[in-house]
């Protein structure tokens, strides 16, 4: 029986462990953290990735999940500057971070073993060391996200984690609205919300700060269109999450060496715009096991691996990052300068698209 050795249970890890499990390898997943689980936050997931979650056996995704109302972008005001509904764009399904992860690692079978509380501190030899620990594998999957040690061990070179710039909010509130949710962009910070199944919201906010500074989301969003501060009213301060906003430097390193593939934020970990991380990671899962499950041996399934994900990948760290860049620009005339392009590319787009559909 095939072997593999996970390190990290987040959402590309336990994937990955379902998909290699259910392909009948024996799978030992290392986590740090002292039990299974993800934070308290909502998750846009693509149609492509909700495909790479059908390929992995993830079953109950449709009870789990609503397909985002097609909204747009706002102004601080409340006036719109593009209305999505005009567009006729495909939509993410909205899922929560922890029901999400609790579907796949469902589909845990005896094959998986998950192992909490233990922290990998080093990649040496074809082995992955955690405390005084030496295990080895057919495959080794770097799924330890950002500050990967096992990609630092591989390409100690490569140039760790940048900062952005800005820092995201994120929370649930618990409240009854009509709005459908979308995005408001201002002058170096934005607010987006979207409703999930059981009818609460997700929200998340960006704010243009210095690394490691603690911010009040609700004073610096409180001027801003109805619904957002009754949202934030809505929400328990003590669950709002804070985060520095980080992505991985271009080029991104390989994601395969000899029989150890980087998946996931351990590999490309970009900027939250196009909320496509955690979809990014769903989908590398999926291609991965179909790679190593092939009749290639596994270095060269890794090198195949690479080749498939690391252009996409790549496309969507540049882009992402680039439109953080706009989104939170804070200068007067830039700002609007950029409202007012995407005003008229709104425009021209719902033009474009009613043309396609009439
Ligand atoms: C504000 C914000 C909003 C986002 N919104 C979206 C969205 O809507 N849609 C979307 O697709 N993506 C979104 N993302 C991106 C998404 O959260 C990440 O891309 C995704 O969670 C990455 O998953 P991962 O499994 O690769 O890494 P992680 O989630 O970082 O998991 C890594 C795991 O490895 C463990 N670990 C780390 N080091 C070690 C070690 N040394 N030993 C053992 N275990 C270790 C960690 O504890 C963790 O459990 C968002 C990100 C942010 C910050």
């Known amino acids: 029986m095939r072997t593999a050795i996970v390190v990290g249970a987040g959402i590309g890890g336990v994937a990955t462990a379902l998909g290699l499990g259910r392909a009948g390898w024996q799978v030992t997943v290392l986590e740090r953290a002292p039990q299974l689980g993800e934070v308290g936050a909502g998750i846009s997931v693509w ?6 979650l059908q390929q992995l056996g993830v079953t109950g995704l449709e009870k789990a999940s609503v397909v985002s109302a097609p909204a747009g972008m706002r102004r601080p005001n409340g006036q719109w500057v593009v209305k999505a509904s005009a567009l006729g764009l495909e939509l993410p399904v909205m899922v929560h971070r922890a029901q999400l992860h609790e579907l796949i690692t469902s589909g845990f079978g005896s094959g998986v073993t998950v192992r909490t509380g233990v922290t990998v501190d080093g990649f040496a030899d074809g082995a992955v060391r955690a405390g005084g620990e030496e295990l080895r594998a057919d495959l080794v999957v770097a799924a330890d996200g950002l500050r990967s040690v096992v990609r630092d061990a591989l390409y100690p070179r490569y140039a760790g984690p940048r900062y952005s710039g800005y820092a995201a909010y994120r929370g649930i509130a618990d409240v009854e609205l009509e709005d459908g949710g979308g995005e408001t962009w201002g002058r170096g910070r934005r607010f987006g919300f979207a409703r999930l199944i ?9 704010e243009n700060r210095a690394a490691g500074a603690v911010g009040d989301v609700w004073s610096a969003f409180d001027q801003w269109h109805d619904p957002i ?7 328990k301060p003590e669950a709002v999450l804070q985060n520095d906003i980080y992505d991985l430097p271009l080029p991104l390193v390989p994601f395969a060496q000899a029989n150890v593939a980087l998946l996931g934020d351990a590999a490309h970990a970009m900027t939250p715009n196009l909320g496509r991380g955690a979809c990014t990671a769903m989908e590398d899962a999926a291609a991965l096991v179909r790679h190593v499950t092939g009749p290639a041996a596994i270095p060269a399934a890794l090198t195949s691996y690479d080749a ?8 969507l760290v540049r882009v992402s990052r680039n439109v953080g860049r706009v989104g939170q620009l804070d200068g007067r005339i830039a700002a609007a300068v ?5 005003l008229t590319g709104g425009k021209v787009a719902g033009l474009l698209a009613r043309r396609r559909s009439g």
Do not use: F, H, M, N
Not at 47 to 52: D, H, I, Y
Not at 229 to 235: Q, R, S, Y
């Open 308 to 315: 498939e994900r690391r252009p996409v990948a790549t496309k």
């Open 47 to 52: 149609p492509s990735a909700v495909k790479a």
């Open 198 to 206: 059981d009818g609460r919201y997700y929200w998340y906010a960006t």
């Open 229 to 235: 501060p009754e949202l934030l009213e809505a929400t």
């Open 338 to 342: 950029r409202d007012g392009l995407l």
